[in-house]
């Protein structure tokens, strides 16, 4: 059955996937919310464009990445034996 979530919660939890990057599987678990509600806001408009899914995948994919590359940089400048 569906539940009533206020505009506010719903401008609170796209701002969270599109600004802090998190997933909208999770934000979805916090706020006790269907990750099917929250993908339609983000198509139907609510607090912006419909990029933002793409917007926060590619947060998440540049934080790996730099992760990646400050291991391999670690990798690089120690001493061979």
């Known amino acids: ?7 506010e919660t719903k401008e ?3 701002k969270e ?3 802090e990057g998190k997933r909208v599987v999770d ?19 609510i607090g912006g464009d ?5 917007i926060a ?3 998440r994919e540049n934080e790996q990445l730099y992760g990646i590359l400050g291991k ?3 990798e690089l400048k120690r001493p061979k034996k």
């Open 72 to 74: 391999v940089t670690a």
């Open 1 to 7: 059955m569906a539940q009533f979530v206020s505009k």
């Open 17 to 19: 996937i599109k600004e």
């Open 57 to 59: 995948r590619l947060k």
């Open 12 to 14: 609170q939890i796209v």
């Open 50 to 54: 419909s990029s933002a899914l793409e």
């Open 27 to 45: 934000v979805a678990s916090t706020h006790n919310v269907s990750a099917k509600a929250i993908y339609t806001w983000l198509r139907g408009g």
